[in-house]
């Protein structure tokens, strides 16, 4: 509104200086005193007719949803009555000297066209708004879809790393194992045979050494570059942006926390985002991480359809979040209620 009123005042004041010229060329003397208002009255005339516009245009936009273009028209016709209506309030003080058929005529349409530029400017006004608006949005999208990309590899290397938890490395303790139990069951086993289990043993596990390490590497690089909260506020917003449920997120932790507590904390929350959105049917979803003596405290709740208990998904992604909570000397608690959504807890000691 500011801007709009900046712009009509010069151009009205080059209005009246354009009218006062006409008045000169028609008679008028140059000592006439009220000749050199004209310019200051329009230039106040245009200002007064672009803020009703501007008033005019918002108003039939926003209240009754009237199409820019018909809103544009309306306003350029009271801002111009408004404005008429003022010269002749100031006609009337002065008489025949104001009222003069030529000035008259030459000045309304300079107030109309003041009027016209204010509400021409006002729409200029609000495109460059609306195109900032989009700019903006465009960015956000752009580091949403880049998250998302990111988020796609790390879940990758994630599905790696369990793999070879689960299957490469529980088989090298297997190995081990049975090489301790191959060298006690020998009762006079040679020197060369001990030498080929010990050779075997430490080369088992140097691999698992080896191996704990890339599985350390495979960890999610989110969270190792943009630390906790802002890991939590990127999947929060992925998780909004693709199930369409708007996501409110309290991050109070404000004390350090152990690798592997921020790890625990993350990748409950995405086990239970992943839930409400595939099956919880929610409208609303809170995350909350708070510090309290010593102690961290995460929430994830929603006002779906609740657990089901009988879902072996549901029961899997529930055992599986427990298991990390309880890893680290946590614990953990899902409460539900048909209908009425469902609520994850987990209690962690604040050094994990």
Same mark, same amino acid.
């Given at each position: 509104?500011?801007?709009? *009123?900046?712009?009509?005042?010069?151009?009205?004041?080059?209005?009246?200086?354009?009218?006062?010229?006409?008045?000169?060329?028609?008679?008028?003397?140059?000592?006439?005193?009220?000749?050199?208002?004209?310019?200051?009255?329009?230039?106040?005339?245009?200002?007064?007719?672009?803020?009703?516009?501007?008033?005019?245009?918002?108003?039939?936009?926003?209240?009754?949803?009237?199409?820019?273009?018909?809103?544009?028209?309306?306003?350029?016709?009271?801002?111009?009555?408004?404005?008429?209506?003022?010269?002749?309030?100031?006609?009337?003080?002065?008489?025949?000297?104001?009222?003069?058929?030529?000035?008259?005529?030459?000045?309304?349409?300079?107030?109309?066209?003041?009027?016209?530029?204010?509400?021409?400017?006002?729409?200029?006004?609000?495109?460059?708004?609306?195109?900032?608006?989009?700019?903006?949005?465009?960015?956000?999208?752009?580091?949403?879809?880049?998250?998302?990309?990111?988020?796609?590899?790390?879940?990758?290397?994630?599905?790696?790393?369990?793999?070879?938890?689960?299957?490469?490395?529980?088989?090298?303790?297997?190995?081990?194992?049975?090489?301790?139990?191959?060298?006690?069951?020998?009762?006079?086993?040679?020197?060369?045979?001990?030498?080929? *289990?010990? +050779?075997?043993?430490?080369?088992?596990?140097?691999?698992?050494?080896?191996?704990?390490?890339?599985? /350390?590497?495979?960890?999610?690089?989110?969270?190792?570059?943009?630390?906790?909260?802002?890991?939590?506020?990127?999947?929060?917003?992925?998780?909004?942006?693709?199930?369409?449920?708007?996501? +409110?997120?309290?991050?109070?932790?404000?004390?350090?926390?152990?690798? /592997?507590?921020?790890?625990?904390?993350?990748?409950?929350?995405?086990?239970?985002?992943?839930?409400?959105?595939?099956?919880?049917?929610?409208?609303?979803?809170?995350?909350?991480?708070?510090?309290?003596?010593?102690?961290?405290?995460?929430?994830?709740?929603?006002?779906?359809?609740? *657990?089901?208990? +009988?879902?072996?998904?549901?029961?899997?992604?529930?055992?599986?979040?427990?298991?990390?909570?309880?890893?680290?000397?946590?614990?953990?608690?899902?409460?539900?209620?048909?209908?009425?959504?469902?609520?994850?807890?987990?209690?962690?000691?604040?050094?994990?």
């Amino acid at each position: 509104m500011k801007q709009l *009123l900046r712009n009509t005042g010069p151009i009205g004041f080059v209005f009246g200086i354009f009218f006062a010229t006409i008045a000169l060329l028609n008679g008028i003397p140059l000592t006439t005193w009220w000749l050199w208002l004209i310019p200051f009255l329009t230039s106040i005339l245009c200002i007064i007719g672009g803020g009703v516009a501007a008033v005019v245009v918002s108003v039939l936009s926003s209240r009754y949803s009237i199409p820019g273009t018909t809103a544009i028209t309306i306003a350029f016709i009271v801002a111009a009555i408004v404005n008429t209506v003022l010269v002749l309030v100031v006609a009337s003080f002065y008489g025949a000297l104001i009222i003069h058929p030529r000035i008259f005529l030459g000045t309304i349409p300079g107030l109309g066209l003041g009027a016209a530029y204010a509400v021409y400017r006002y729409n200029v006004d609000t495109l460059n708004e609306r195109m900032q608006f989009f700019q903006t949005l465009t960015g956000k999208n752009k580091q949403l879809q880049d998250a998302s990309r990111r988020l796609a590899i790390i879940e990758e290397r994630n599905r790696m790393g369990r793999e070879l938890h689960d299957s490469v490395s529980q088989g090298l303790h297997g190995l081990v194992f049975s090489i301790h139990s191959l060298r006690n069951t020998l009762e006079t086993p040679s020197q060369n045979i001990l030498h080929i *289990l010990s +050779h075997m043993e430490s080369t088992a596990i140097s691999t698992l050494d080896e191996l704990k390490t890339m599985i /350390e590497e495979l960890k999610p690089s989110l969270l190792a570059e943009e630390g906790l909260e802002a890991s939590l506020r990127t999947i929060g917003e992925l998780f909004s942006q693709q199930y369409k449920i708007p996501l +409110h997120l309290s991050y109070e932790a404000v004390h350090p926390m152990s690798p /592997e507590l921020e790890m625990a904390i993350y990748r409950v929350t995405q086990e239970a985002l992943a839930n409400i959105g595939r099956h919880a049917s929610a409208r609303h979803a809170h995350l909350k991480v708070t510090a309290i003596r010593g102690r961290v405290l995460l929430s994830i709740s929603d006002d779906g359809i609740g *657990l089901d208990s +009988h879902s072996p998904h549901y029961g899997n992604g529930l055992a599986n979040m427990r298991q990390r909570v309880e890893e680290l000397g946590g614990t953990f608690k899902a409460s539900s209620k048909p209908g009425l959504g469902s609520t994850i807890s987990a209690d962690f000691p604040s050094k994990g």
